[in-house]
């Protein structure tokens, strides 16, 4: 079988990190592990926090985003502290405890090839944190999210597809093909129908359950049609 060459961080770049976040240190080529720092805004909210993270260079579930993990037990608290089902409610990969640091197809813009180590901590993991600690107070993120797996792909079309590329779709199915329902994915984008039952497994139609899933993948089937795309 052939092996996968294990990613590794340039090196000029994790100087630069260590300076900005001397908490971190490099553990192996492609992995930072230790502590950072957050003083973060959003809004009119001000939080200030520690977290212990792993940022490793290879992403199991993001072939552009390097992987972030809370290693520190926090995540795990937070869940039995809110009584949430698992650690999905505070975005985090139940298999592999990557964490969900923005919406696939925002990765593109917010990460685009060449940007740097320091902008994925300062840019997206901090904010990501910020959230995390916020929920541990109050059970809740402060802005608005989508829901877990590939409803939450669909869910960012239900305003608008009129900016996806083929290159942005095909990362989205690969996303859909990668969940566990994919069958039932793959039957939506065959024939849509809003009375089927819903993905999520509640027993409701798609529809009504998971709303603006539905009206996402209407857009985004028109937005395929209008780049010459079949989604069947």
Sequence with gaps: MEQVEAKAFDESEVTEVVARHPGLTQVSPGVLEGTIEINHQYGAMVRTDRFSIQVSAQNPNSSRLPALREVGGRSRVIVLKHRFEDVRAVHQNLIDGTACVCVKQEEIKRFPRGTSLLAFLDQLAIPYLFGLSYVEEFGKWPWGEYSHGGLGLLEFYADDAGQISKEGFAEVLAALRADSNWSD????????????????????????????????LKNLISGLGRLGLDPK
């Design 185 to 216: 994915y793959q039957r939506q984008l065959k024939k849509p129908s809003a009375k089927r039952a819903c993905i999520c497994g509640s027993g409701k139609a798609f529809g009504k359950c998971h709303h603006n899933a539905w009206r996402g």
